[in-house]
């Protein structure tokens, strides 16, 4: 179980990570969209960069300990989490169509766009240069 877990030990601390910028984004979202009125798209731009600096800030410090070339790195997770947005807003268009709940598009969008981000951020943004050991 031990090895399972050393093993896995990145994409459990990124799932930890995910969790708390999951819950930035959904919050700062519904509030901004329930409460202050504002628009799908300018909620869901908003949630999504503050949670984006929290998810960077801790996988770059924290979980891949890959601090080398931090704007670089941070301009790559940027693009990474740009689709990782496109692929929140058409999960919660197409949510909406159906059912007619942006609140619900916005909760169906997480795990399609963790998994997505996840695969593309191990292999670009927090890659270990050759040699590198941990």
Same mark, same amino acid.
Not at 8 to 13: A, D, M, P, S
Not at 45 to 67: D, E, I, K, Q, R
Not at 71 to 77: D, Q
Not at 111 to 127: D, E, G, H, K, L
């Given at each position: 179980?031990?090895?399972?877990?050393?093993?896995?030990?990145?994409? *459990?601390?990124?799932? *930890?990570?995910?969790?708390?910028?999951?819950?930035?984004?959904?919050?700062?979202?519904?509030? &901004?969209?329930?409460?202050?009125?504002?628009?799908?798209?300018?909620?869901?731009?908003?949630?999504? &960069?503050?949670?984006?600096?929290?998810?960077?800030?801790?996988?770059?410090?924290?979980?891949?300990?890959?601090?080398?070339?931090? *704007?670089?790195?941070?301009?790559?997770?940027?693009?990474?989490?740009?689709?990782?947005?496109?692929?929140?807003?058409?999960?919660?268009?197409?949510?909406?169509?159906? *059912?007619?709940?942006?609140?619900?598009?916005?909760?169906?969008?997480?795990?399609?766009?963790?998994?997505?981000?996840? &695969?593309?951020?191990?292999?670009?943004?927090?890659?270990?240069?050759?040699?590198?050991?941990?």
């Amino acid at each position: 179980m031990t090895g399972l877990i050393r093993k896995n030990i990145h994409l *459990i601390r990124y799932a *930890i990570i995910g969790a708390g910028a999951v819950a930035v984004d959904l919050w700062v979202f519904l509030l &901004a969209f329930n409460v202050a009125d504002w628009s799908v798209l300018a909620s869901q731009s908003v949630s999504v &960069a503050l949670a984006v600096l929290f998810s960077f800030t801790l996988n770059a410090f924290w979980n891949f300990g890959t601090t080398d070339r931090l *704007i670089l790195r941070f301009l790559s997770f940027c693009a990474v989490s740009f689709v990782g947005y496109l692929i929140g807003l058409a999960v919660i268009a197409a949510v909406e169509s159906i *059912i007619g709940n942006v609140n619900l598009g916005k909760v169906a969008s997480l795990p399609v766009v963790f998994v997505a981000q996840y &695969a593309i951020n191990n292999r670009t943004s927090f890659r270990r240069e050759r040699g590198h050991r941990e």
